[in-house]
C-alpha cells in the first residue's frame, strides 16, 4: 500500500488530453514539492516535473504539473504514441522522514 | 554527462548481506545528495535512503535497521548494505543524484538482485 494514491491505469487516444492524479496528506504532497518520473519498460525512471510543475530541459510543454492542497495532477495534452508508459508521483513526507512514492500509473495509449 | 553505474552480485541467499557500488562519472560526491531506490519486480518504487557527503544522512525506517549507506570520496564511488535478506528484498537497485534529498534528476540504468539460496 503506497502512502501516496495514483490510479493503477489510465488511456487515451493519440491528440487527446490525459490527466493522472496523486492524492496523500499534509504530512507529504500538502506541505512538500511534488514530483513526477517516467519509466518505459526495463529502464530507469525519468525526472518529468519536479517542483509541482516545472519540466526539466527536454521535457516537452504537452507535460504539465499542478498541484492544490494534498493533490496533485500531471496532465498530458496531444498524447503520443510514445508517451505509453508507467507514471509514479513522489514527494517528502514529514512523518515517515523520507521520500514516498505513489503506486504508479500505466498509461495506455489507445 | 553526469552517469551513474550499478555494480554488485545479481544473485544473493536468504539471511546474507546485499552489497551494491554506484559509482559516478561527470559529478562529484562531495556535491548533491545520493540516493538508493528500488523496484520489486512489476512493482512501484521503494525509497531506501540518501546521504550528503556534509555528513547528513536519511533512511527509510522500515529498513532502518538493516541498512547502511556510506562513501569512497576519492573513487568517486558509494555504496549500500542491506543485511539479513529475504526474499522481499529481490527488486532492481537504482542509485541516483539529486540536489535536493527529495529528488532523483538523475538515476542508473538498474541492477537486479535476487535473493534465492
Known amino acids: 500500500q503506497s502512502v501516496l494514491t495514483q490510479p493503477p491505469s489510465a488511456s487515451g487516444t493519440p491528440g487527446q488530453r490525459v490527466t493522472i492524479s496523486c492524492s496523500g496528506s499534509s504530512s507529504n504532497i500538502g506541505s512538500h514539492y511534488l514530483y513526477w518520473y517516467q519509466q518505459f519498460p526495463g529502464t530507469a525512471p525519468k525526472l518529468l516535473i519536479y517542483?509541482?510543475?516545472q519540466r526539466p530541459s527536454g521535457v516537452p510543454d504537452r507535460f504539465s504539473g499542478s498541484k492544490s492542497g494534498t493533490s496533485a495532477s500531471l496532465a498530458i495534452s496531444g498524447l503520443r504514441s510514445e508517451d505509453e508508459a508507467d507514471y509514479f508521483c513522489?514527494?517528502?513526507?514529514?512523518?515517515?522522514?523520507?521520500?514516498?512514492f505513489g503506486g504508479g500509473t500505466k498509461l495506455t495509449v489507445l | 554527462q553526469v552517469q551513474l553505474q550499478e555494480s554488485g552480485p545479481g544473485v544473493v541467499k536468504p539471511s546474507e548481506t546485499l552489497s551494491l557500488t554506484c559509482t559516478l562519472s561527470g559529478s562529484f560526491i562531495s556535491t548533491h545528495y545520493w540516493s538508493w531506490i528500488r523496484q520489486p519486480p512489476g512493482k512501484g518504487l521503494e525509497w531506501i535512503g540518501c546521504?550528503?557527503?556534509?555528513?547528513?544522512?536519511k533512511c527509510n525506517s522500515s529498513l532502518k535497521s538493516r541498512v547502511t549507506t556510506t562513501v569512497d570520496t576519492s573513487k568517486n564511488q558509494f555504496f549500500l548494505r542491506v543485511t539479513s535478506v529475504t526474499a522481499a528484498d529481490t527488486a532492481v537497485y537504482y542509485c541516483a543524484r539529486g540536489n535536493r534529498e527529495d529528488i532523483f534528476d538523475y538515476w542508473g540504468q538498474g541492477i537486479l538482485v535476487t535473493v534465492s539460496s
Open positions: 546521504f550528503h557527503s556534509s555528513g547528513r544522512t
Open positions: 517542483s509541482n510543475n
Open positions: 513522489a514527494a517528502w513526507d514529514d512523518s515517515l522522514s523520507g521520500v514516498v
